[in-house]
Nanobody, 123 residues
Framework: QVQLIESGGGLVQAGGSLRLSCAAS????????MGWFRQAPGKEREFVAA????????YYADSVKGRFTISRDNAKNTVYLQMNSLKPEDTAAYFC????????????????WGQGTQVTVSS
């Protein structure tokens, strides 16, 4: 069982930066692949980024590539999403998720989810 708690969301102007954190409970955090997803009002949840259990490989949606960076600190049971050059279209609730095994782009394949943190980017 893994519990996930996101933090770091807020209101920022376009072009600004935010860093989201996702703190996980459970001694087996380091064995899970982690992902970030987002969901805007009236839209489906979409993949943002994912990272292997070792942190050695990362994956990004085309819409955030070059602007967002996912990382993890297994000693702190925490995964991060550094978001730079934010755009109004990045406005959404952001969720972290965990799954055993390899990384995945599919929200359905993740086993555990946090409650989400809101990111609002003003123009």
């Amino acid at each position: 069982q893994v519990q996930l708690i996101e933090s770091g969301g807020g209101l920022v102007q376009a072009g600004g930066s935010l860093r989201l954190s996702c703190a996980a409970s459970g001694r087996t955090f380091s064995s899970y692949a982690m992902g970030w997803f987002r969901q805007a009002p009236g839209k489906e949840r979409e993949f943002v980024a994912a990272i292997r259990w070792s942190g050695g490989s990362t994956y990004y949606a085309d819409s955030v590539k070059g602007r967002f960076t996912i990382s993890r600190d297994n000693a702190k049971n925490t995964v991060y999403l550094q978001m730079n050059s934010l755009k109004p279209e990045d406005t959404a609730a952001y969720f972290c998720a965990a799954r055993s095994g390899i990384t995945s782009y599919s929200a359905r394949s993740y086993d555990y989810w946090g409650q989400g943190t809101q990111v609002t980017v003003s123009s």
